[in-house]
């Protein structure tokens, strides 16, 4: 056993097993209230507003450009999404596919060309089976990797007007990695400090 978590298991710092039922019923968890989103066009909507959100959309377009899978990403969102209480955890997983292509459009109209889809993506039968837990879904994650590669969505997996929205989405003018611009003002007189002497 590693010494920190052997550190860590000591240390008293954890949940005790059980303790989620022992919690006030009077204040449950978001997740274990009623979801907020309960039809698959709804969350795609939320999901779509989310992903172009600029707090979220340029620190996942330069994590793409520097390898990191979309399908991660994908996943850390969707399971924030249900821990704050936005769906439950079926629909979380119908969201995976189409919010992966959302992403994947997404890199495309940044100028990434050349992204991971899911980790371990050149294993090919490891990595399938690793990530979705089943043989049946090899073939859509094939479906993923031949949209990447012909640069088309296929149809039916989006609902049209997030398709539309999709087109229209620009990338930031300034390159993804430069840092952000300053307005460029006079000098003001420097006021004297209010701590100084």
Known sequence: MDEELAKYMASGRRAIPGQSLTNNPDQPY????????????????????KFTEQEFYIPAIQNISEGVPIMEIVQLALFTGFSEGKWNPDLMMLLMEPCTY??????????ISDYTIYPGEEEEEAAEEEVLGTRGDRARLQRLKESRDRRVLPKGVLPPEIEQRLEQVQPPEEGLMSPPQEDMQPMQEEQPSLLGG
């Open 30 to 49: 978001p997740f274990e209230k009623a979801p907020e989103f309960t039809q698959l066009r709804d969350a795609l909507e939320f999901m779509f507003y």
């Open 102 to 111: 959302m992403l994947m459009a997404l890199a495309e109209r940044a100028g």
